[in-house]
């Protein structure tokens, strides 16, 4: 195989991102005066265009600048992005488990109460007991449907953008 097929095939494997700023401040938090903190809304415009289209392979960052840009830093500023969201998901998930498992053992122990004491206690205070039950059983569905679903698309994002790679363009005058 020719080396210019290997390089066309190892460029059909990326998903180039352009981000086009007016000044290197623009990729930080603006409350962040030691910029070690992206900025939200270029964390959100990345995982939207990569969303929208839905492509495979590796995740290329271009930012395109008037003049050359700290690399090292944002590059240092993505990995602490990707730990303290990798932190945070593990932290999610810990607790998720727990509200699941606490939410079923709840509900299960207050429908068989509603159903066993059912004859001994009103109707009202039957229909309260079993209503408590369904209310933990939906919760803990809940978290099983709709909240860890999210988090592995969330696991899936930290793992796409783990393996970016962060290009600098520099416009010169005329471009």
């Keep these: 195989m020719s080396k210019k097929s290997a ?17 290197e401040s623009e990729l930080y938090c603006s409350l962040d005066p030691k910029r070690l903190t992206l900025n939200d809304d270029v964390i959100d415009y ?12 590796r995740l290329v960052i271009i930012v395109i600048s008037d003049k050359p840009i700290d690399m090292d830093n944002l590059k240092k ?12 998901l593990k932290r999610q998930k810990r607790t998720n488990m727990k509200k699941q498992l606490w939410m079923f053992g709840i509900g299960v122990f207050f ?10 206690i009103s109707l009202l205070t039957s ?6 039950g ?25 793992r796409i953008i783990s ?10 005058d005329g471009e």
Excluded: C, M
Excluded at 49 to 55: G, L, P
Excluded at 111 to 120: D, E, K, P
Excluded at 127 to 132: D, V
């Design 163 to 172: 393996h970016t790679e962060l290009i600098n363009k520099v416009l010169h």
């Design 77 to 88: 500023t993505f990995d602490k992005y990707l730990n303290e969201q990798s932190f945070i």
């Design 46 to 57: 990345i995982f939207t265009r990569y969303k929208e289209k839905n492509e495979k392979g």
């Design 127 to 132: 229909e309260i007991i079993s209503t408590i």
């Design 134 to 158: 369904a209310f933990s059983l939906w919760e803990a569905a809940s978290i099983w449907i709709v909240e860890n679903p999210y988090n592995r698309v969330k696991q899936k994002w930290i």
């Design 7 to 23: 390089e066309n095939r190892e460029t059909e494997n990326k998903f180039e991102i352009e981000i086009k700023i007016s000044d």
């Design 111 to 120: 429908i068989i109460l509603g159903l066993v004491a059912g004859s001994h």
